[in-house]
């Protein structure tokens, strides 16, 4: 059974443009957070979302970020017009309902 | 708003000593959860606590857990060079049960020869 999948592993963007990131839950979790850790620093929670829906996005900035997870394909967390305070690991879990979330592998994200 | 706090946030042992990290939270909790974080790399989950007085061991870790004190502890016992890793305590509340995970600080922890 594959783990959480995310990709790419790093990247690097330029101050103005837009991230995508992606997220693949293990198989049978239909349960998706995302969590941003910034260097040296613990991980903070962003998003939860199931297929089609946001149940959580308290943790979401208000501006240039938003996350979906359509009923097919993996979940996105998209960063428009990247700035370098948004350069950190950005870790997504999955989870069956209310169990313990296992972590992927994070997307290392540079903005220059 | 939920707090979680470690201590000590920097760790440096000797290999064969015993040593505590303490994980402090501010309100009622569901679970608490014990991950390890190698430098680069993602999270690996350690340990789940769910109830007053759960003790779980694996290895020369164990950890515990006080719903009443609002406390957990990772104990280390005989440390080993492999153990070096940041460890983090983190926190699912009742209220957002199933929704999200309150981080610590992280415990960064080196054992040296």
């Known amino acids: 059974n594959a783990g959480v999948m995310q990709n790419p592993r790093h990247l690097v963007r330029r101050r103005g443009q837009e991230a995508r990131l992606r997220c693949s839950p293990m198989?049978?979790?239909?349960?998706v957070y995302w969590y941003r850790q910034l260097p040296e620093e613990g991980l903070k929670f962003m998003v939860y979302l199931q297929k089609e829906n946001i149940i959580d996005e308290s943790g979401m900035p208000k501006e240039r970020f938003s996350a979906e997870f359509p009923k097919e394909g993996p979940s996105i967390l998209r960063i428009q017009q990247v700035v370098r305070g948004d350069s950190a690991a950005y870790f997504c879990?999955?989870?069956?309902?209310?169990?313990?979330?296992?972590f992927g592998p994070g997307t290392r994200l540079l903005v220059l | 708003e939920l707090k979680v706090e470690q201590n000590p946030l920097f760790l440096s042992m000797q290999e064969g000593k015993n040593y505590t990290i303490y994980c402090n939270y501010s309100?009622?909790?569901?679970?608490l959860y014990w991950y390890r974080q190698d430098p680069g790399k993602s999270l690996e989950s350690l340990f789940v606590?769910?109830?007053?007085?759960a003790v779980k061991q694996e290895g020369r870790l164990m950890a515990s857990l006080d719903t009443k004190a609002r406390l957990s502890t990772l104990h280390i016992t005989a440390a080993v060079h492999d153990l070096s890793a940041t460890y983090f305590c983190a926190v699912d509340t009742v209220e957002t049960s199933g929704s999200r995970l309150t981080f610590g600080e992280g415990t960064q922890l080196t054992v040296n020869p």
């Open positions: 309100t009622t909790s569901d679970r």
């Open positions: 198989k049978g979790h239909s349960h």
């Open positions: 879990a999955s989870s069956p309902r209310g169990q313990t979330q296992y």
């Open positions: 606590l769910l109830s007053n007085g």
